[in-house]
């Protein structure tokens, strides 16, 4: 049952998305202010991760680590270091070096950089440092799209937690996560029919995200850029039309999501291992879930 808790919302575009935030069992002031912060942080990772920003992290990077060896902020190299676990962890199917195809396809803008990217460059070749510092092997270009939305959102959590707020949500354009004593309800769509809803699903204390091909499967009408790129085949995952990961932080879920969009049931053991559940649909509607989500069919191990 619901509780009584005070409860306050609001929403800001940031992340090329609306982002919205939830708190209960605070006083107005309060919770205010640590909304507030949980907003700067997050605004802060979009300062750092954009892709079109010029002085961005990432756009910095693009233009000079090939040749030198670029300094980043704290934040930004967290983020590169899940990335290339997740890469290593994925045999490559998570990989931040694909932008180049993103560029090519139309998805993003050409980058401001004196070098073209090498096609034979990827993860391997992006070396970090001491002291922050980050430098490419190879001249490449790099996205941060797939992971620093999720990673952004568990910055707000933690900062909504250091305030002393018991029950909290951040929800980016549906990758979002929660955490208190009471469940959340989030209704996931259809890839194929936006209009359909398969499942509710109820989130306690982790996080949930979602990809799939340009659909966003929780919202009705919304349509994104195509920003999913099989590594090995330089392609758009062809079998999968969506997907959805429930796992203990907003990062792992929205990394993941990619995985299992290239990987399909090959992913059964990468979602084991960081202690994650994904529900898959086919190209053809076939619904398929691991075990943990809600039951039913499930991948192969």
Not at 14 to 25: C, D, K, P
Not at 242 to 269: H, N
Request: charged letters at 25%; proline letters at 5%.
């Amino acid at each position: 049952m619901r509780s009584s808790l005070p409860r306050i919302e609001r929403a800001r575009p940031l992340l090329g998305t609306r982002v919205s935030i939830r708190v209960h069992g605070l006083i107005d002031a309060d919770a205010h202010r640590a909304i507030d912060e949980a907003f700067g942080e997050i605004a802060l990772v979009h300062r750092l991760m954009s892709f079109h920003e010029a002085e961005s992290d990432v756009s910095r990077l693009n233009r000079e680590a090939c040749g030198r060896t670029s300094d980043v902020h704290p934040a930004t190299f967290e983020v590169l270091h899940w990335a290339r676990e997740i890469a290593e962890a994925s045999g490559g199917c998570f990989d931040i070096t694909v932008a180049a195809k993103l560029v090519a396809w139309g998805g993003l803008p050409a980058p401001d950089s004196r070098h073209a990217p090498d096609p034979h460059a990827d993860w391997r070749d992006i070396e970090l440092g001491e002291d922050f510092s980050v430098r490419f092997r190879r001249p490449l270009w790099i996205d941060l799209g797939g992971i620093a939305k999720g990673f952004a959102v568990d910055r707000a959590l933690d900062v909504l937690r250091e305030h002393g707020v018991p029950q909290g949500l951040v929800n980016a354009g549906g990758d979002l996560a929660a955490f208190g004593a009471e469940r959340e309800s989030v209704f996931i769509r259809h890839p194929l029919d936006p209009d359909q809803l398969i499942c509710q699903v109820q989130i306690a204390n982790e996080a949930l995200a979602s990809s799939g091909g340009r659909l966003d499967l929780f919202e009705a009408s919304s349509v994104a850029r195509q920003a999913i790129v099989d590594p090995r085949t330089q392609e758009p995952p062809r079998a999968i039309a969506g997907v959805s990961v429930r796992a203990p932080s907003c990062l792992m879920a929205d990394a993941l999501t990619k995985v299992v969009m290239i990987q399909g049931d090959d992913s059964a053991a990468l979602l084991d291992h960081y202690h994650a559940q994904a529900l898959v649909v086919s190209i053809t509607g076939e619904i398929c879930v691991t075990p943990g989500w809600l039951g039913g069919k499930t991948l192969a191990a």
